[in-house]
């Protein structure tokens, strides 16, 4: 059933077995999964179904370091949206941000779950095997494509093979062509299913504890209407994105002045994107040509790849991990002619004739506890505090990337994938945009001094408090966040139906 807050009467108190708050990807996938397991489900969303632009300025936050998500509004990779949401990182409608973006679908590597020396913080306390059945569970039900069988296409291990011996490797990736939108894929189910309430227009303000501070018991909302709505829940799973969810918690201060989960001080710390450069270009190489086929993008859905230094030059040289994408760029019709009248040969991929390549590197950020979000005196239009977001870099992080790309340009060139042509504007973490992959501020460890949430994503200090996104992240390599977080909900789903969520 799909409610608005401004149809249930303020006398109305809801009550569920597990009440979510927040219906993007990660909501919608364990609201739906529970609900679909026979559970009473109550999910509370902030938006409604059309982009409304004063709810969305309930994002707004207040930038103390690097400016966030500065995007050009008319940048190519926006074409494709509705003008009011070109350039937006974090959407509040229902659906969240699965409305805006094409994705990328990549599972992590196994290497990624590892801790790594040279990198302060890192290291996840689950491993790629806990969430592998989970990766492709949601891989088919999404229609993802098999990535593991592509992983093992002749062609693509022949160009892996090709490019190991120079000290690259690259991973494969699902390239969708429209956005996900769990409000169209979700929404016929989630009208007809009887035991999930979706509450539409009700933002969550505050999360209230029992006499222990121990166990969530109910849940504020808010609607910008002026109407209140108190929901009760056996179970609470913030799935509001890693920005809110940390914002949700350090809000929920009346019963504990720091907030809730935030015993040490970690909620809201380490905060980390994706930096990302997209100004670049490659001149192809003979095997970048040899491989057309295998680096187009279109037409979409369809497997990709990207690269990166291989394992042991990121161990030997302590490097973060830095992803590389390249994009076709076709010929327009004036280098057609001019390259006729050279008399060049065409070459080409199932497309047309290629010019040349994009590039984007998208970087790891070190973990780092100074990079942050944490309440500002500023009040949104509900009154509640807005987020001060200090997103900053390391040294680390400024080495690794001049590092990275003279090693990258140097090994391109030796493989003979291409030259690159960075102009004016070579790759610099300070000209960088961030890539809308917020993650880190809830980050999971294996102890309450460690993080904000455990191994099964339950907040440390709490019995019946989840969380479900990037935000339980304790590092961001650098690949695409959403795939993790839908196999991280899938496994929190599955988590909660065997533990506190048994049908009795
Ligand atoms: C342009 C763009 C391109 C992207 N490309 C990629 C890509 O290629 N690959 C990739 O992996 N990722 C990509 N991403 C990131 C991806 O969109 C996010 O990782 C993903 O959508 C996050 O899902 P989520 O469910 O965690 O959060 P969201 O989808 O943001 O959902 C959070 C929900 O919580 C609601 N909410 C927030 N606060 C409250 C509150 N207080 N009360 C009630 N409800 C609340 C919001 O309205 C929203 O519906 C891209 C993002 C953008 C913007």
């Known amino acids: 059933m799909i409610t608005d807050i401004l149809d249930i009467s303020e006398q109305t108190k809801l009550k569920g077995q597990a009440v979510v708050v927040g219906s993007g990807i990660a909501g919608a996938e364990v609201a739906v999964h529970l609900a679909r397991h026979g559970r009473e489900v109550i999910l509370i969303e902030s938006g409604r ?32 949206l509705p003008p009011e949401l070109r350039g937006v990182s974090r959407v509040r409608q229902f659906g969240g941000t699965s409305n805006v973006w094409t994705g990328k679908w990549k599972y992590l590597q196994s290497s990624d779950f590892e801790a790594r020396p040279w990198v302060d913080n890192s290291g996840w306390p689950i491993s790629f095997t ?61 009208r007809r299913l009887k035991n999930l309430q979706v509450v539409l227009g009700a933002t969550v303000t505050e999360l209230k504890l029992d006499d222990s501070c121990q166990r969530v018991t109910a849940i504020s ?49 380490f905060y980390t994107d994706h930096p990302k450069h997209h100004t670049g270009s490659l001149r192809p190489g003979s095997l970048a040509q040899e491989y057309a086929q295998e680096l187009q993008y279109a037409p979409k859905p369809r497997f990709c790849i990207c690269f990166a230094l291989d394992d042991v030059t990121q161990q030997e040289q302590k490097l973060l991990e830095h992803v590389l994408y390249l994009q076709p760029i076709y010929e327009k ?16 991929d199932d497309n047309d004739s290629i010019s040349t390549y994009r590039v984007k590197f998208v970087t790891e950020q070190a973990p780092h506890k100074g990079s942050r979000v944490k309440l500002a005196k500023e009040p949104d239009k509900l009154g509640k505090k807005k987020l001060e977001v200090d997103w900053c870099f390391t040294d680390q992080d400024r080495q690794s990337m001049e590092k990275t790309i003279k090693l990258l340009t140097h090994r391109f060139a030796e493989a003979k994938l291409g030259t690159f042509e960075f102009g004016d504007d070579p790759p610099n973490l300070e000209t960088m945009t961030d890539a809308a992959h917020q993650m880190g501020t809830t980050r999971m460890g294996n102890r309450p001094e460690e993080g904000v949430v455990d191994t099964n994503c339950r907040v440390f200090g ?27 909900a899938r496994r929190l789903g599955q988590h909660l139906l065997q533990t506190t969520l048994v049908n009795k």
Not at 55 to 65: E, K, M, R
Not at 221 to 235: D, F, W
Not at 333 to 348: D, K, S, T, V
């Open 49 to 80: 179904d059309q982009f409304e632009p004063s709810i969305q300025a309930l994002n707004d936050v207040i930038f103390a370091g690097k400016r966030h998500r500065e995007l050009n509004p008319n940048s190519y990779y926006h074409q494709y």
């Open 130 to 190: 806990d969430l592998l059945e989970h990766y492709r569970s949601a891989g088919k039900d999404y229609g993802f494509g098999d990535l593991e069988a592509e992983a093992m296409r002749p062609e693509i291990v022949a160009l892996r093979a090709k490019i190991a011996a120079h000290g690259l490797k690259m991973s494969s990736f699902y390239w969708e062509e429209t956005p996900t939108r769990t409000a169209v894929r979700f929404g016929e189910e989630m």
């Open 221 to 269: 909302c808010s609607s910008l209407e002026g109407r209140e709505l108190i929901v009760e829940g056996e179970t609470v799973i913030l799935a509001a994105g890693a920005f809110e969810t940390a914002r949700i918690l350090l809000a929920s201060n009346s019963q504990l002045p720091d907030g809730i989960g935030n015993a040490h001080d970690l909620v809201g710390r």
């Open 333 to 348: 019709p004036l280098e057609r002619l001019w390259r006729n009248f050279r008399g060049r040969p065409a070459y080409r």
């Open 462 to 488: 709490t019995e019946n408090l989840y969380v479900a996104s990037s935000a339980v992240f304790p590092t961001g390599p650098s690949y695409s966040p959403t795939f993790t977080i839908l196999a991280l």
